[in-house]
């Protein structure tokens, strides 16, 4: 079963004088049930406003969107029971504890202590149980995010900018904690990132979105084929070479050649380099180097 199905989503904004500005055109996306979605792109692409029409806190202008096969737009409150939205800059009541935040949002929810009990022990909160919001340290407060959105126990976790203004060491522990909670509870999440490690650690999907549409939608790897972004072995070499001769090596994706300097790019090295470095008997080879790509990579050329 699709967790989330969307078709022809168009979201218009006003803009001043000028009218209405398009954030979103014809975007269409399925979602798996159980799998974790990474949604990317640059700065004003319309990633949140994607994130807020797929979790019902916004209506596009145009389009249909399904959550486990119930019409969002027509029945917005049964989607609201069964999903929850954590945002990278959690804004809570300052003056509140911890636990009096939970259970303000446990009572919105309908729920009792038990189930603000079950969040602060799977955060790891205890020990800032009664510690104002306005104390909290930037972490925290992402993990107090986290518990909130967890209480309800949603189907469906929605995550805008998870790690965002995290130092590496807390947002090392926000990723885990966010696959250990995917783990446990079999739970799909679709999140949003500017991170392109973050997105290569966690998701197994992801959608490129920029300028409102969609321009790219496949596992890590399939991107980073699809961009003929390959292993890539790089080598430095005297003397001169005609980087005709690896012409005939199917497996080659793309050659960057300049002086002295030859990069080439493969789905897998290790099945080439035999047959590349034969190539090279008649040159003095200085140096090989051999790199993997990772979604920087995608990321950079997509967005150009």
């Known amino acids: 079963m699709l967790a989330v199905k969307a078709e022809g989503l168009y979201k218009y904004y006003k803009d001043g004088n000028k009218g209405r500005k398009e954030v979103l055109k014809n975007v269409s996306i399925d979602i798996e049930d159980g799998e974790i979605f990474g949604i990317l792109g640059p700065n004003g692409a319309g990633k949140t406003t994607l994130i807020s029409i797929l979790s019902t806190l916004s209506i596009p202008d145009s389009g249909c969107v399904e959550v486990f096969g119930v019409d969002a737009l027509l029945e917005a409150n049964r989607v609201k029971s069964i999903v929850n939205i954590s945002s990278g800059n959690p804004n809570f009541p300052w003056s509140l504890t911890v636990y009096e935040n939970l259970k303000y949002f446990s009572l919105l929810y309908g729920l009792d202590d038990t189930a603000i009990e079950k969040v602060i022990d799977t955060l790891e909160l205890e020990p800032f149980r009664n510690v104002r919001f306005d104390s909290l340290s930037t972490g925290t407060k992402q993990r107090l995010s986290l518990a909130k959105a967890l209480l309800n126990e949603p189907r469906l976790l929605f995550l805008d900018e998870p790690t965002v203004g ?14 250990r909670i995917h783990d446990e509870k079999g739970i799909t999440i679709v999140l949003t990132t500017h991170y392109m490690k973050e997105a290569e650690q966690l998701c197994g999907r992801v959608a490129f979105i920029k300028k409102g549409e969609i321009i790219a939608n496949a596992p890590p790897d399939e991107l980073k084929r699809q961009m003929k ?7 430095e070499y005297e003397g001169n070479f005609d980087d005709s001769l690896l012409r005939d090596i199917p497996e080659i994706l793309d050659i960057l050649h300049e002086n002295g300097k030859i990069k080439i790019v493969a789905a897998n ?18 140096n090989i180097e051999i790199s993997q790509p990772n979604l920087e990579d995608v990321f950079l050329k997509l967005a150009h």
Do not use: Q, W, Y
């Open 229 to 235: 972004l390959g292993e890539a072995i790089t080598i």
């Open 269 to 286: 090295v290790e099945s080439i380099i035999d047959n590349v470095l034969k190539k090279f008997c008649d040159v003095h080879v200085r």
């Open 166 to 179: 995290l130092d590496p060491d807390m947002a090392i522990k926000i990723r885990k904690l966010i696959n």
